[in-house]
Structure formats: structure tokens, C-alpha cells
């Protein structure tokens, strides 16, 4: 019986393709920061907030566009809907790089 030890077997591809991208991002200049579980755990909060508000929002939008046949009406419905979900999700976005680099 052969008993083979796991600290010198080949990399899979995907050890491969990230010391590849980590060389990458040394050459850049690009700095890695380590996520604490606080921020972890404050990310995810946000993440579940928003994930809560857009899907609110996109079943007001389903409600509001639902009776509506004209076409530049449903339009202008559709325009404010994809505004205000882009307001979200930057507003999202924004305050998960607050939660990083606090």
C-alpha cells in the first residue's frame, strides 16, 4: 500500500490562476486588505438591506407598470424604476467600501 502526502501534489488550476493574479496585482502595486469578521459581518448586513429595498422596489415597479399600456408612459415608469435602482445600488456599493476601510 502507497500512502502519498498532500503538502508536495501538483496545484489545480485555479491555485495556479490565483498566484498568478497575486503576482499580477504585486507587479501593479495594488495592496490586499484583510477583511475583519466585524466588517465581514457589516457587509453582509448591508448586502441584506439592500437586497430587501431593491426588491421592494422592484415589485412597486411590477405594481405601477402592471395597468399601464402606453407606451412612453410605461417608459417613463421603466426610466424612473432604472434610476432609482442604480441610486440603490451605488448608495449599496458605497457603503461597503465604508465598512472596508473602517
Not at 18 to 32: H, N, P, S
Not at 37 to 66: C, D, F, S
Amino acid at each position: 500500500m502507497v500512502v502519498m502526502s498532500n503538502t508536495a501534489g501538483p496545484k489545480t488550476a485555479y491555485e495556479l490562476a490565483m498566484e498568478r493574479l497575486q503576482k499580477q496585482d504585486k507587479e501593479a502595486g495594488v495592496e490586499r486588505h484583510v477583511v475583519t469578521p466585524e466588517q465581514k459581518t457589516a457587509i453582509g448586513e448591508i448586502r441584506n438591506i439592500y437586497e430587501a429595498k431593491l426588491a421592494q422596489l422592484e415589485i412597486a415597479h411590477q405594481g405601477e407598470t402592471l395597468p399601464v399600456f402606453d407606451p412612453d408612459a410605461r417608459a417613463a415608469l421603466d426610466s424612473r424604476y432604472h434610476a432609482e435602482r442604480e441610486r440603490l445600488v451605488a448608495e449599496r456599493d458605497r457603503k461597503i467600501e465604508q465598512a472596508r476601510q473602517s
